[in-house]
């Protein structure tokens, strides 16, 4: 009978059908975003990336994997810091004296440890003078980790910590607090420096305590930069500045103030 010879291919009707909608699907992913901070092949900029569910024929929108990275990238924005990752990367180091080639090779073997998660130790430490690079390679550490995945969280000691202090008892400084202890990668930018050039106070003291101890006790890994040797973190806390010594073991520069050639690695 007619009808029954011009009885549709259901299957390859079916067949036909799906591939629109997959066709559809991929317009939506094709369509470009404007989102900045981070160049993403997998969602062209729009931060989701569509799937159809093969089983209630839902177009779902998913989150992209690049959320998190831009997510990075805008707190170090509001930081303050995004500009210097185009300033301050690992090449462009500057490498003219012995000291300068220990800061770089000791950088990379911490990056190396990082990426690929061996049980070396979580923290970096550098300290001593300034000028002598330390914002530039604690900041090429953090950008090469933020490339690897790390979700970074850039912690000025100065300014933040005064804005930490004088919220101390609220509700407030455990969100921050806890943020602080509990990032995937912290950078803690010149540990102890006053506003006056004081010496760090109790108030200090607990503070660099409190985040310390939690990401010594939970193996997180840290990059630390200060003015003081780490002789002289001990000394102001013999606690902190002996799990820096611990848990940065193999990755501790500290730059002699007088003599900038005269650096020893611990
Ligand atoms: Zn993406």
Known sequence: MDVLKHKPDLKKLTSEMNKKRLDEVEIMNQMVGSLTGYDCKICRNKGVVYVRDNVTDEVLCKKCSCIKKRSTYWRMQKSGIESLFDRYQLVNFKVTEEY?????????????????????????????????????????????????????????????????????????????????????????????????????????????????????????????????????????????????????NGFIINISRDNRKNYRLK
């Not at 550098?126 to 002598?132: A, D, F, K, L, P």
């Open 100 to 248: 300068q080639r220990l800061i770089k090779n000791t950088a990379i073997s911490y990056i190396d440890s990082k990426i690929h998660k061996t049980a070396d130790s979580p923290f970096f430490f550098i300290g001593g003078q300034s000028g002598s690079g330390k914002t530039h390679i604690c900041t090429a550490i953090a950008g090469q980790l933020i490339l690897h995945g790390y979700q970074a969280r850039y912690f000025l000691w100065r300014d933040e910590s005064t804005e930490i202090k004088a919220i101390a008892n609220t509700p407030d400084y455990t969100k921050r607090v806890g943020e602080l202890k509990k990032a995937s990668l912290l950078y803690i930018d010149d540990l102890f420096k006053t506003q006056s050039g004081k010496l760090p106070t109790s108030g200090d003291i607990h503070l660099a305590f409190e985040i310390i101890n939690y990401r010594y006790i939970n193996y997180l890994p840290t990059i630390i930069s200060s003015e003081m040797l780490l002789t002289q973190i001990i000394e102001v806390d013999q606690a902190i500045g002996g799990r820096i010594k611990e848990l940065a």
